[in-house]
């Protein structure tokens, strides 16, 4: 197992992509890079020189560039919800997918939520003052219509097997592993669309749709801690069956219908069986923190946050070793 960073988003610019930013990932231990939604979408893909010098600016600074977490929301919503012009947007994931491949990126991670991750609140107080993230479905459950119509389970479920049925074939031919985000949060509906990756019988059934080496999943501890159960079950299932990619590695306090995000040490979880149940399934991928906390006097990407939770991964690494 080896420590990511991630999140890094809005780069405009290979360039913003500073070395401030990559000496701090290198000083923390950390030799592996994720990428979030980077670069003006022009075409509505990326670019292969793009993600080209995206890789070779973080190998300059002895950095790997793992992944390219999702492309902008509006650039497949048309897929998520079986509209009309679907078959461009695959089209345009594919040139996505290919051009990744071409530039020796190795894993290509989405979600299936049109409207998204939702908090009820982004300033809820935690150890020391420190501000979280939070949801309460009671807030959120009069929400309306996100995208003017319900969306039911079975379509939700259609949809993203066409997608899956479409994608995969290309990502074999590309090399690049394609790595499904549980959903966050894992509730039954938000804004009229059913969220079909709410728990581990979503997510198995996702597995199942096609088999292939490269279809798997970015397992969000945090979605599955959201859930209330099986967070150790389900990494026991997935991982003896090669379809944990890689983890975000996060907690939180309380389970839907309602929890607040944390610090990495104080929430549901026992995160030092975590890392020893993945050394037992033989999982060898990355771990990077997510959501972390905003501390005093921290930057927007939480420079202070990441560090805490790097520092306590490492110990339990090592512990775990």
């Known amino acids: 197992m080896r420590l990511a960073l991630g999140h890094i988003k809005e780069l405009r610019h290979v360039e913003d992509l ?31 020189m793009d993600l080209l010098h995206l890789r070779t600016r973080c190998e300059d600074a002895g950095l790997i560039l793992e992944a390219i977490e999702g492309v902008p929301i509006g650039s497949y919503d048309k897929v998520m919800l079986g509209l009309p012009g679907r078959d461009e947007e695959i089209d345009q994931l594919a040139t996505t997918i290919e051009n990744m491949g071409r530039a020796g990126i190795s894993i290509f991670s989405y979600h ?24 309460d479905m009671e807030l959120a459950k009069n929400a309306p219509l996100s995208h003017n119509r319900i969306y039911t389970e079975e379509a939700m479920w259609a949809n993203y097997e066409y997608f899956v049925r479409a994608i995969v074939p290309v990502a074999e ?11 966050d949060p894992p509730v039954e509906s938000l804004g009229g669309i059913a969220r079909i990756f709410r728990n581990f019988e979503g997510l198995k059934r996702a597995m199942e749709v096609i088999e292939s080496p490269v279809h798997g999943l970015n397992l969000c501890l945090g979605c599955l801690s959201e859930m209330g159960t099986g967070v150790i079950e389900s990494i026991r299932y997935f991982g003896e069956r090669d379809k944990i990619f890689y ?33 037992e399934v033989g999982f060898t991928g990355s771990l990077l923190p997510d959501h972390v906390p905003q501390m005093a006097g921290d930057t927007p990407w939480g420079h202070r946050g990441r560090a805490y939770a790097i520092g306590y991964m490492t110990a339990l690494l090592a512990a775990a070793s």
């Open 247 to 279: 983890i975000h590695f996060r907690d939180v306090q309380g389970a839907v219908p309602g929890f607040q995000e944390c610090f990495i040490n104080e929430g549901n979880t026992d995160l030092f069986e975590v890392v020893r149940t993945l050394r």
């Open 173 to 183: 031919q590309a090399g690049v592993k394609l790595a499904l985000h549980p959903d």
């Open 112 to 135: 299936w939520m049109p409207n998204f991750v939702w908090r009820t609140s982004r300033t809820t107080l935690g150890r020391g003052g420190a501000k979280c993230m939070s949801f």
């Open 18 to 48: 500073t070395d401030e930013t990559l000496h701090f990932i290198k000083q923390l231990g950390v030799d592996v890079v994720h990428l979030s939604r980077p670069l003006l979408f022009n075409e509505k893909h990326y670019r292969f």
